[in-house]
């Protein structure tokens, strides 16, 4: 842990620790596979995550910590290498218990991030099958938060960064040449939205990157390292991925 990290453990409860330790062991299989110290410092993270980030529900839906829990740790996850330990944007996640669409729009949303006000949507059980079926490239909270991040990045001071400008021009570069391959149905590890634009192509390359990492590795070996170099991560190390 760094500096930061081990002050903030100085003020969470031992209880609060291991409720997170149960939870994140039975969710999530990137955090599962870690070692003993790596799974001290992603819990602090994200209980940290947890309590400067606000939470709320469609009325009547019962959203519980560990749901919380769940939902933050795809954040750790994704920025586990990195400094960017929280959101400073996009500080309001909307849980809703089904599928759901804006007025005037007939389109069914499981996730969609708000520039407007500034909250992350997500449908729970869309979030609950991005974490119980781990191997097919789909996670809708890894996903959002990808946009979160990308947002936030382009908007943030040369201090505030969560990456390398040099690392993140070297992965848009690449990913540029990628979509019209994907468009033309020849580029066939992500799936076709990954062809829309650059924000939706990293968002489905992160979560190949994290569900599928050695076919991600196998199918674009120079891809795959640019997509690590922007996170300082490579899950193909299990217990230590950075």
């Known amino acids: 842990m760094n500096a930061k990290h081990t002050f903030v453990n100085l003020f969470l409860k031992t209880s609060s620790k291991q409720e997170c330790h ?16 790596h799974q001290e410092s992603f819990v ?22 560990e749901m919380k829990l769940v939902i933050s740790s795809a954040f750790v996850q994704i920025t586990f290498g990195l400094k960017q330990d929280v959101l400073s944007v996009f500080k309001t996640i909307f849980v809703t218990p089904t599928s759901y669409s804006y007025t005037g ?29 781990t191997d097919d490239g789909l996670n809708i909270a890894i ?10 990045n382009a908007k943030g001071s040369y201090f505030s960064k969560a990456f390398k400008d040099a690392d993140l021009n070297a992965w848009k570069e690449l990913a540029t040449k990628k979509i019209p391959l994907i468009r033309e149905g020849k580029y066939t590890i992500f799936r076709d939205y990954g062809g829309t634009n650059l924000m939706e192509l990293f968002a489905i390359a992160l979560e190949t990157f ?12 120079t891809f795959y390292r640019t ?10 190390n299990g217990k230590n991925p950075k």
């Open 22 to 37: 149960e939870v994140l062991s039975k969710w999530n299989s990137y955090y599962a596979a870690l070692s003993e110290k």
């Open 105 to 133: 729009r007939d389109v069914l949303y499981d996730g969609d991030v708000n520039t407007v006000t500034k909250r992350v949507n997500l449908s729970w059980p869309a979030v609950e099958k991005g974490f119980v079926i």
């Open 227 to 236: 997509t690590a170099k922007v996170l300082k991560q490579d899950p193909r």
């Open 143 to 152: 996903h959002e938060f990808s946009h979160c991040l990308i947002i936030e």
């Open 44 to 65: 602090v993270r994200t209980l940290l995550f947890l309590n400067t980030t606000d939470f709320d529900a469609t009325e009547g839906f019962e959203l519980t910590t």
């Open 210 to 221: 994290f569900e599928q990492p050695q076919e991600f590795y196998s199918y674009s070996p």
